[in-house]
């Protein structure tokens, strides 16, 4: 009986000139699934596919959460494959588990609460059933776990922050060509400084100095159009994190670019910590991925990953007090 | 256990119906005169608005404040499928023929007189749509032989009326940047005028125009002072003049090039003065303390030139936003008398809560007044309509907080607006404005500890609540002249419908508990009202078939008050979703004369 019924199913899918082209597959995909499969559809319920531990390691696969777009961390590179330091951490994510690694691309939203909720925890609105198992490059805060709404809520109370393995800051790259010795914030009362969009640095470099800088910001996209803003003589100087930085400057070797070592005056958060997120009923997942990258931070292999995309590799704090400074 | 049999005697009868009633409907092309007509028309809706001024008054009178309890659900029409959400859409009839569009970019033709599905079309959208607030659409626009509509994926669609077939597709800007259109586009004299919502920072808000026939695009107009506007010309763009003149008069550095301002809303058209006039979103970056100046032509209105884009006049509501009080709402063209003589004016009423009353031949100030109960940013207007800044009143820069959570301020109304989008109507016989406006505030605050793509971050936090316990939605009616409030109607959830008002003494509008209500429009008394099921958050639409009065709506509770409403989810909390387009009709036995 249930033959028939999938049968007719398919073919009124196929034929039914009035039924939107878009819709039809969806529909049919439930239907087959319902039928000949009997599992219980998250398409169909529209709920995200949220995995336990279990069921991340039935599956033979494991979504690590990645920003795309976001070089040196997680990127396509030019032959179409994904690459960059989170690319190679989620790489031995999934090998240490014995697991198929899967990129899972975020496009960053407004603020890292919105990431978490729409790709850990809940799922954007628009494609509930698409959540990452566990995400990367989220920043490890104490303070911004346990943030409380004017009810006394934890706001972030959906998700675990786990992991830290990068400690991450803010610096200045600049031109030697145009700049005179090393550069500080007040070079740039004279010297044009670029800056991504909507981040820290822009906000920052046009509030400095009451307002000194501001009409030598020039704003970019991202860090790589400032670099290469800067490579035209367009500004003399880049703010950004230290990672895009160090990424940067290894891309423009003819030009004599170099990282300065400023004194940044009422920046709200000069340092942070980079660490991981899962789903907050999946601490057992996120036990066994904390695992694997904190053996990498221990034996020196995150270390190689790092210089191996010119990187130098900062510790998180955490693990400055566990193993005593770095050499 | 054969294959073809089940094939044959299920499929083809569906296939015959749709066929059969395609051909039935006896399509006439639709022309600019009608257009410029339809608000004198009864048989028809053919622009967004119910006329291209976008008064939606209807001198229709055979329903009326003796019979409207009489008025009776007569077909109701699912948008079917998963896919609910908010419906904000306005329909269109033509011919007997209903067209609609629903959430998730689709688009529907339905027998006006039964409600059956004529044809159906679904935009096939990409994964990496972004829109900010909800998947709606809020309508389309007809011309020719053929209907239009935005998509999510910020593109263009020319449907065949008759079959529902793509006649062309244009892609307007960047899904991946951003973008999206959900306003419903408008057709001037065969160009099919749209704006863009949405962007990342680093965008610049465009009017787009195109040849509603051929998709081929004529011009486009940057709001934003500094940039060049086009025509194109046998395919080549020729430059037609900067924005303002020059960059840098009213943003410090190169902050100008990315500007902000989406005229997300889309525009009205005034025939005296061959105007477009649209209104345009706020600046960016939000904090407002990185962009001293006045930042034009954001969170403005603006009189364009239909023909190539050429801006005539602007009037900014709100200097350096910094409040996210995009200027977008509608600007309704109307005339009045006063002291003998007939003043052609424009009326608005913004999101900063103040409804201003221009001179539509040159945009200037007439008078203003708040419309909204408390306005906390702004002291008043100066006799130039320019707000009088309350210093206290403008959120902090989150580079000055100190490490620690900053004070937080309180800023009437809402960033969502003492109205938002969603459409007044003006009344010819009794010269009122009906505001659809929400009494809500917001908080704001500096979030010292805040991340964005794994950096620290300075931003600012921030959430609505409702200023009264009892209710947020206040459906007024204002006269333009005086300011006065003659009537109010206090609602607990707030407003997101469009309201529209008739002849026949009427005043409609939704509400987000379900129901869609007729006032009298002198007195404000509620004389009617039907639970549609699911949220009102779309804009009524009257029009006669066969000497007897209809009324459509679509109902879907949904928009941006869930995703952006704050406390407000306390009342809205347990709305349901859905996807009906409802319409009714006064039966003509209970018609009097």
Known sequence: MWKRTLILLLLMLFQAPAWGE?????????????????????????????????????????????????????????????????????RAIADGLGL?????????????????????????????????????????????????????????????????????????AYDAGQLDGEATLGSFRHQRIGA????????????????????????????????????RGEVAGVMAIRGELEHYLAHHPAHDFRLAEPLLPGISRQQWDIGMAVRHNHRQLGYAVEAIVDRAVRDGSLDDIFQAHALEYRMPDFYAEVLGPAE | MTQSTPLGNLARPLALTAIALAVSAQAQAVSFEDMLNDHLATDQVVTNGMGLHGQR????????????????????????????????????????????????????????????QIWQYEARLPDGIMPCCDVINRGAAIYGDKVYFGTLDARLVALDRETGRVQWIKRVADYEAGHAITAAPIIIDGKLITGVAGGEF?????????????????????????????????????????????????????????????????GFYDADTHSLLIGTGNPAPWNSHLRPGDNLYTSSRLAIDPDDGTIKWHFQATPNDGWDYDGVNEVISFDYEENGSLVKAAATADRNGFFYVLDRENGEFIRGFPFADKITWADGLDENGRPIFNPA?????????????????????????????????????????????????????????????????????????????????????VDPRTGEEVWRHENRAPLWGGVMATAGNLVFTGTPEGYLKAFDATTGEELWGFNTGSGVVATPITWEMDGEQYVSVASGWGGAVPLWGGEVAEVIKDFNQGGMLWTFKLPSEYAQQ
Do not use: C
Request: a negative charge.
């Open chain 1, 196 to 231: 991504e969009y909507d981040t820290l640095p822009a906000t920052y470099l046009t509030a400095v100095m009451g307002g000194q800088l501001r009409d030598n910001v020039r704003h970019y996209r991202n860090v790589g159009d400032a670099f290469a803003a800067m490579a």
């Open chain 2, 393 to 477: 009143g403008r959120p902090g820069n989150p580079a000055d907080s100190e490490g620690e959570r900053g004070e937080s301020v309180g800023a009437y109304p809402a960033f969502l607006g003492a109205k938002n989008w969603n459409p007044m109507a003006y009344s010819q016989d009794t010269g009122l404005f009906y505001i659809p406006s929400n009494e809500w505030m917001m908080d704001i605050w500096n979030e010292p500890v805040s991340y964005r793509k794994g950096a620290a971050f300075l931003g600012a936090g921030f959430t609505i609540r409702p200023t009264n316990d009892d209710y947020i939605g206040v459906l007024r009616a």
């Open chain 1, 100 to 172: 198929e690694f899967r990129p899972f691309w975020i496009k960053p939203g407004s603020s890292l609460g919105r990431d978490l909720g729409n790709n850990v925890s809940r799922g954007h609105y628009l494609r509930p059933t698409q959540v990452a198992d566990v995400m990367l490059r989220v920043p490890y805060d104490k303070n911004f776990s346990y943030l409380r709404d004017s009810t006394g809520e934890y706001i972030n109370k959906s998700v675990v922050m786990f992991g830290p393995y990068q400690r991450e800051e803010w610096g200045i």
């Open chain 2, 57 to 116: 008054f209807s001198p229709l009178t055979t329903l009326n404040t003796d019979n409207v309890h009489q008025l009776r659900p007569v077909w109701a029409f699912s948008f079917g499928g998963e896919k609910q959400r908010g419906q904000e859409s306005q329909p269109l009839v033509k011919d007997g023929v209903m067209y609609v569009t629903g959430s998730y970019s689709r688009m529907w033709a339905v027998d006006a007189y039964t409600g059956e």
């Open chain 1, 22 to 90: 878009g819709l039809a597959p969806q529909v049919l995909r439930v239907a087959v699934a319902e039928v000949v499969e009997s599992n219980p559809s998250a398409e169909l319920f529209r709920r995200p596919a949220l995995r336990n531990l279990d069921e991340v390691m039935a599956s033979g696969y494991i979504n690590i959460g990645l920003y795309e777009d976001f070089p040196p961390y997680s990127y396509i590179d030019d032959t179409g494959g994904p690459r960059g330091i989170d690319v190679e951490i989620g």
């Open chain 2, 202 to 266: 680093g965008v610049v808000g465009t009017v787009f125009a195109f040849d509603a026939e051929t998709g081929d695009e004529l011009w486009t107009r940057p709001v934003v002072e500094g940039h060049m506007g086009y025509v194109f010309e046998n395919g080549e763009a020729v430059e037609n003049g900067i924005t303002g003149g020059e960059a840098g008069l009213s943003w410090p550095g190169d902050m100008w090039q990315q500007g902000g301002g989406a005229p997300w809303l889309g």
